[in-house]
């Protein structure tokens, strides 16, 4: 397996929970994931900065059955019918406003959630510019358009990028007459 492939357990709090992922590109600031659901199947990148991260875990027992999961992925027809993009990440540069770029570039809809609040900002993000990002915002329960925001990037947790959920949301907003 190599790093690319390496699976973790990556604790954001002290709750307990965790997301499993593997790292697709990190700096000494920030880190991306290509994150793993609960049936081994690859399904979104987040980044986040390293501060945010408590602890990252390797080799556990819960890790050796996703990394089966990921194998019958692989091996199943299911598995070609959605997949992540390729990203073409510069680590020399900060990964968050990487993936925001990219986001505003394709017009894609991204989720995200900023240091201490538990409330989940889904949206269409513009071009980063003085360290902070305007988000059009969707309502995820309705996929309606909500007010926008603006957000100092460094107040960001996290950014989800390219899922599956955020893809269908998408659609949804757009089809309900959305942005």
Not at 39 to 60: F, N, Q
Not at 106 to 113: A, K, N, R, W
Not at 122 to 136: K, L
Request: aromatic share 8%; proline share 4%.
């Amino acid at each position: 397996m190599s790093a690319a492939d390496k699976l973790y357990e990556i604790y954001t709090d002290d709750s307990g929970a965790f997301s499993v992922g593997m790292i697709h590109a990190q700096n000494s600031e920030d880190i991306l994931f290509r994150g793993v659901d609960e049936e081994g199947k690859v399904s979104a990148y987040y980044a986040m900065p390293r501060k945010a991260i408590l602890s990252m875990e390797e080799g556990t027992e819960y890790l050796a059955r996703i990394s089966a999961y990921m194998d019958y992925a692989a091996e199943h027809p299911y598995s070609a019918w959605y997949s992540l993009p390729d990203l073409e990440i510069d680590p020399e540069k900060p990964i968050l406003s990487q993936i925001l770029r990219l986001a505003a570039k394709d017009g894609e809809l991204v989720s995200m959630g900023r240091v201490g609040d538990e409330e989940i900002i889904c949206g269409y993000v513009s071009e980063p510019a003085g360290g902070r990002v305007t988000v059009d915002c969707v309502d995820p329960a309705s996929a309606m358009d909500l007010p926008q925001v603006r957000i100092r990037i460094r107040d960001l947790e996290y950014v989800e990028y390219g899922s599956l959920a955020n893809r269908l949301l998408m659609f949804a907003n757009k089809k309900l007459g959305g942005r």
